[in-house]
């Protein structure tokens, strides 16, 4: 193809895919749907304006490789080894369950081996089209999240075997050394593969960004990605899987953030053409011929591959809710399904007519699926789901444990969860811990901790917990549609109850607070107080002008910093005032048995011995400004004093409790 043809074609997919995705986009519906129907409009069987689906391919599979790539850096090998419950329990029920349902349901139509690759097609589920919803709306780190990109990562690891059977279900015979051949190659190439990333590749990393040079650096991150993808390919692998490699190469080394940084907006350019071509495959003709049958298809693998990951999932020991949502979102036939098709109809397995009701089918789920994974929440909500037999049968240990009246509960156990918890148990304040991991429930109930398996989205987890009684419920999980619920049925179940949540994002504040959230702490503007506070200490500029210019920060629920102006006060104060200043204020404790306690300011000798000054002291709820040097410090006192960091740093030990 000569550059101006190849300008030309790329200008058709650029310029439909923009005008279909914008308009779409007005309706609410999602850019992968936009992008499927430019591709079938365009196409060959559209009105034909590309017909060279070669080079379109190739772009679309630079797409995959890039996904693939970004997926294994966010998964390191230590996150896989945490999901190894679902990579090796749930995901293989998932599969073979597909497969089972599936063969049978096409042995009424199909002779056995057509069928047996239907369901070894079926249950496949599109990488693509779920991990770039589930990045898009921030769920990748959610319970649903993790469980449903460990199945993924199974099953492209599983589709590997597939490639294998192919050339069997063609001579009817099972080539079992091929198969043997290809699990042990698998496992020498991911045990390669965590020893590098542990190894080699943070001190190769290291190397290239030594130089300072940013385009190198770039530059060697795309070859490694593409060669290690290469590479695999070359031993009987598929690209993508390779690329995948490649990223958990990259994982455990402490550039993987701005690697991923960097490849983003490349990833993102090539997927959309992924779709594209996805929808140069669909036979429009073929699909109005058949239209009633492959729509009644299309519903029944919908709906059977639910029913199948929902089921392993659940047994599996996963969350009733959180199952459900897992299944709805690998609803859809994977596009490596297309690959297997294609190596299928090579060794003459399946006809033209197989293949274009195959495609057919599978497009029409992957146009469904956005659609139902925008409303995978809701419909989770919609089904009752009670509590677990597992969890009632904890109802009374529950009651045990806290007098389920004006305590705190927590949802969620990850770093925030654990240190609300730290800080109730040394005030003595009753809490009640709901969890979704169930290790995780399991290592904190050795020790000692008041936690439960139980989903907060629920009523009646909800109620049991207590929220009725409660004082305070402090929500601190990763999934913001699960934490608008949770905020919403406390809010139900207790007018009274104080809440506060935790969330990511700034733009959510307003949301949570009127479903009836009393605090929320976004993490991303929580962060930008700290350096902001850092900042301003830095220049020694007095803690009440630090306080007043906090405040302003956080005004009208947390106004972005950028648009709060600094003012010409402040500024001159930093720049004239405050520079030259190298003292601080501290407060102290005053503790039982500290060598402080039942002594006056004058035995302490506390300035010749710190050379800081206790300007006041504060007992119960009476201030004591100034206090003079036969004071004396009781148990329980506040102290303030002034001095330079050294010094207070110095008066710690007079206030600590002898050993």
């Not at 290690?228 to 455990?252: D, Y």
């Not at 960097?262 to 003709?285: C, Q, W, Y």
């Not at 003459?348 to 409303?375: A, E, G, H, K, R």
Request: with cysteine; aromatic share 10%; proline share 3%.
């Amino acid at each position: 193809m000569n550059p101006v043809e190849f300008l030309k074609t790329f200008a058709i997919i650029l310029g439909t895919s923009t005008v279909i995705v914008y308009v779409l986009h007005k309706m609410k519906m999602p850019s992968v749907i936009g992008f499927l129907i430019s591709g079938l409009v365009i196409g060959p069987f559209g009105i034909g304006l590309v017909r060279n689906i070669e080079l379109i391919e190739l772009f679309a599979q630079i797409g995959i490789i890039l996904l693939l790539f970004v997926l294994g850096i966010e998964l390191s090998p230590t996150k896989l080894f945490e999901m190894r419950r679902f990579l090796l329990f749930a995901s293989w029920l998932q599969v073979f369950l597909t497969i089972i349902l599936s063969t049978i349901f096409a042995s009424i139509f199909l002779n056995l081996g057509q069928a047996l690759l239907t369901g070894m097609l079926i249950s496949l589920s599109s990488t693509a089209i779920v991990l770039k919803h589930l990045s898009d709306k921030g769920e990748i780190d959610t319970p649903h999240g993790r469980i449903t990109i460990g199945i993924l990562i199974f099953q492209d690891l599983f589709a590997i075997l597939m490639v294998g059977l192919l050339p069997s279900l063609s001579s009817g015979k099972i080539q079992f050394n091929l198969l043997l051949e290809k699990i042990f190659i698998s496992l020498v190439v991911i045990s390669l593969a965590i020893w590098s990333s542990r190894k080699f590749i943070p001190w190769l990393l290291f190397q290239i960004v030594k130089s300072r040079i940013r385009d190198l650096f770039i530059v060697s991150v795309l070859f490694l990605c593409f060669s290690v993808a290469l590479l695999i390919s070359e031993i009987g692998f598929s690209l993508a899987l390779g690329a995948f490699i490649a990223g958990l190469l990259i994982s455990e080394s402490e550039y993987a953030h701005q690697v991923t940084a960097d490849v983003i907006p490349f990833r993102e350019s090539f997927m959309a053409i992924f779709f594209i071509s996805i929808g140069m495959l669909f036979d429009i003709k073929f699909f109005i011929d058949n239209f009633v049958l492959i729509i009644l298809t299309s519903i029944a693998v919908i709906f059977l591959k639910v029913i199948a990951s929902f089921l392993s999932i659940r047994l599996a020991g996963g969350n009733t809710r959180v199952s459900l949502i897992s299944a709805l979102a690998l609803a859809q036939i994977s596009e490596f399904s297309f690959v297997l098709l294609s190596i299928a109809q090579q060794y003459n397995i399946v006809n033209q007519t197989f293949f274009n009701f195959f495609i057919s089918t599978s497009i029409i789920t992957m146009l469904f699926s956005p659609i139902i994974l925008l409303n995978t929440h809701k419909i989770a909500e919609k089904i009752p789901i009670k509590f677990t037999r597992t969890a009632k049968t904890k109802t009374n240990e529950f009651e045990r444990t806290t007098k389920l009246d004006s305590h705190v509960v927590i949802v969620g156990f990850g770093i925030n969860g654990r240190n609300v918890a730290k800080i109730l148990k040394d005030l003595n304040i009753p809490y009640v811990i709901l969890e979704l991991n169930p290790i995780t429930v399991k290592e904190m109930k050795k020790q000692g901790e008041p936690i439960f398996l139980g989903d907060a989205t629920s009523v009646d987890v909800l109620k049991i917990a207590g929220v009725d009684k409660a004082k305070l419920i402090v929500i601190a999980i990763s999934d913001p549609i699960s934490t608008r619920r949770i905020v919403t049925l406390a809010r139900r179940i207790n007018p009274d109850i104080y809440i506060i949540v935790r969330t990511r994002y700034v733009s959510e504040i307003e949301e949570l607070k009127k479903l009836g959230a009393n605090e929320v702490i976004p993490e991303e503007f929580e962060t930008s107080i700290q350096i902001s506070t850092r900042v301003l200490s830095f220049f020694n500029v007095p803690l009440n002008v630090t306080k007043e210019y906090i405040s302003k920060l956080r005004e009208s629920s947390y106004i972005p910093l950028l648009n709060v102006s600094v003012g010409d006060n402040l500024s001159k104060l930093v720049k004239g005032k405050f520079h030259h200043l190298s003292f601080n204020l501290a407060t102290y404790l005053v503790e039982e048995n500290s060598i402080s306690a039942e002594k006056s300011i004058a035995e302490l000798n506390f300035r010749a011995k710190t050379g800081a000054t206790i300007i006041a002291v504060k007992r119960d709820d009476e201030i004591h400004l100034n206090p003079n040097a036969s004071f004396i410090l009781k148990p329980g006192d506040l102290v303030l004093a002034l001095g330079k960091p050294a010094e207070l740093e110095k008066a710690i030990e007079l206030f600590t409790p002898k050993e």
